[in-house]
């Protein structure tokens, strides 16, 4: 069965600071997509990143990273120099679906991320 | 260029009742997926529909149907709603079911109350 962890409910750092948020994920494919989006106070869903099960490069964008490690089934996701608009719940998510027609994707419970000025 | 709209934004519905949600996608998208996010949880799938069919379900009642129409629209409709039932609806749009999703665009979603 596939599954998201997202261990940490809620993290607080004072601006500027770095932060982790983890994401642990099981499957039995071995083809699949990982993705990361973030759901500010409005409520809509941001798509911030997807990663294949074959990529495992990380990556960097601006003040965002990713660290994908398919040997302990982690996805971690790394803020530097945080920034009170970094604020929001963030969720970890699993897609099985990219050797079939159909992809449904599996959801984590969220991190909840405090960013205080 | 307009994303995903969804409709009404809250809605108050008496246990029992039966509701609709309604959903357009972006545009150029053809498919769409229903999410039911429960506060303090990450979404969970509901259903996909691509050319008007149901593709994919999640682990939810036959209360939870849908339809897709010709212009792509969709809407969600709840019977004999359950206090349960009280949460954020989310829409999501995309081109296509091959290959999995190049990061599905939500709507802002429907609060939906059960009293």
């Known amino acids: 069965a596939q599954k998201v962890t997202q261990a940490q409910t809620e993290i607080s750092v004072v601006e500027k600071e770095d932060v982790t948020l983890d994401c642990v994920y099981e499957?039995?494919?071995?083809?699949?997509?990982l993705f990361w989006y973030k759901q500010p106070p409005s409520g809509e869903l941001v798509f911030l990143i997807r990663?294949?099960?074959?990529?495992?490069q990380n990556e960097i964008s601006g003040r965002y990273s990713w660290n994908f490690q398919k040997s302990t089934s982690s996805f971690n996701f790394t803020i530097t120099a945080s920034q009170v608009v970094d604020s929001a719940v963030y969720f970890c998510?699993?897609?099985?679906?990219?050797?079939?027609?159909?992809?449904?994707?599996?959801f984590g419970p969220g991190t909840s991320l405090s960013v205080i000025p | 260029d307009a994303g995903v709209t969804q409709s009404p934004t809250h809605l108050i519905k008496t246990r029992g009742q039966q509701v609709t949600l309604r959903c357009s996608p972006k545009?150029?998208?053809?498919?769409v997926s229903w999410y039911q996010q429960a506060l303090g949880q990450g979404p969970q799938f509901i259903f996909q529909?691509?050319?008007?069919?149901?593709?994919q379900r999640g682990n939810f009642p036959d209360r939870f149907s849908g339809h897709q129409f010709p212009n792509y629209s969709s809407e969600l409709n709840v019977n004999a709603l359950l206090l349960g039932d009280s949460a954020l609806y989310l829409c999501?749009?995309?081109?296509?079911?091959?290959?999995?999703?190049?990061?599905?665009?939500f709507g802002s979603g429907t609060r939906l109350t059960v009293v």
């Open positions: 499957t039995r494919d071995t083809t699949y997509y």
């Open positions: 545009s150029g998208h053809d498919t």
């Open positions: 990663r294949n099960s074959f990529d495992e």
């Open positions: 998510a699993l897609s099985e679906g990219v050797k079939t027609s159909y992809d449904k994707v599996i």
């Open positions: 999501a749009s995309s081109l296509g079911v091959f290959g999995g999703p190049a990061g599905y665009t």
């Open positions: 529909y691509y050319e008007e069919e149901e593709r």
